[in-house]
């Protein structure tokens, strides 16, 4: 599942929607959006999205969100290091054969990491920025 495909489900959810009834709603088949929902498509469109704003009249920092939500919501993810070091592609190697292997609490750590938070630290007290590329 994709961070947009749970958002999606979870808006469904609350407001009591089948997916054949929002499917229906705004022009996609069911399948499509289970497939968006398990992580099987790609990050949809931004008219995909608009459409589902609209659909769940979403107000303007839920419909932020959703639209970042659906940029990280690629689930074929292709990283380029070339041009990096040899370490920088070792590890870019290692995470995409690790991945599935990985837990919640390391994959929450791995993120304050990359956001630039220490995970021994508390995020709210301690922010370091991270290194530009």
């Known amino acids: 599942m994709t961070p947009f495909g749970e958002a999606l489900r979870r808006l469904r959810a609350e407001r009591g929607v089948t997916q054949r009834q929002m499917a229906k709603a705004i022009g996609v088949s069911p399948a499509y959006l289970s497939a968006l929902e398990h992580g099987n498509r790609s990050e949809p469109s931004w008219e995909f999205i608009q459409r589902v704003i609209g659909y769940f009249n979403i107000i303007w920092d839920e419909a932020e969100e959703l639209q970042m939500l659906a940029g ?17 592609t070792a590890v870019a ?34 922010h370091v920025s991270p290194k530009p590329r």
């Open 93 to 126: 190697n290692k995470l995409a054969t690790a991945i599935s292997r990985l837990d919640g609490s390391t994959l929450e750590r791995i993120e304050m990491l990359i956001d630039g938070i220490d995970p021994g630290e508390d995020p709210d007290k301690t």
């Open 72 to 88: 990280l919501s690629r689930p074929k993810v292709t990283i380029n290091t070339s041009g990096l070091t040899p370490k920088a």
